[in-house]
């Protein structure tokens, strides 16, 4: 088994070629990528990892992609308990087109593995964006990776890269 699970939901697929970037960057067999929208996800999630990378966009209005809210509601179902957990969270959104609401959909989901028990990693810098909003920023921080492939999409590998060393130790890589 990989020592890191990968768990993304995605719209456009842009989320998912994240998680491939991310899985590209370690050896064969460190990462494992998982759609939040296959059956076994949600057992996957809670029972063979504890380091994860979750993924998602926000959609409209600062919504949740369908097939994470349904995984969000199947974790509830079953009061999951993610003490010792580690996650980092990485999240799409278009900082132009949706700038008041910018990457708002990784608040909900911080907020809910926040209050199951798990340690959440990951923080990234707000320098380099432009936009209006956003319920992800703490201070001049986002509780996540921001990822723009509609307008910055130049800098996404970069900004992986430099993520993912920021979070590997924390990660048990």
Known sequence: MAQVGVFFGTDTGNTRKVAKMIQKKFDSGVVEIFN????????????????????????????????????????????????????????????????????DGMAVVHEKFGAMGATLIGRWPSDGYDFSGSKALDGDEFICLGIDNDNQADMTADRVSQWLEQISGDLGL
């Not at 076994?40 to 949740?64: K, Q």
């Not at 003490?83 to 949706?98: F, M, P, W």
């Open 36 to 103: 939040v929208t296959k059956e076994s996800a949600v057992e996957e999630f809670l029972n063979n990892y504890t380091n994860i990378i979750f993924g998602m966009p926000t959609l409209g209005d600062g919504e949740l992609e369908n097939s994470v809210r349904d995984f969000l509601e199947a974790l509830e179902s079953q009061s999951a308990d993610l003490s010792g957990k580690t996650i980092a969270l990485y999240g799409l959104g278009d900082q132009e087109g949706y700038g008041h609401e910018f990457l």
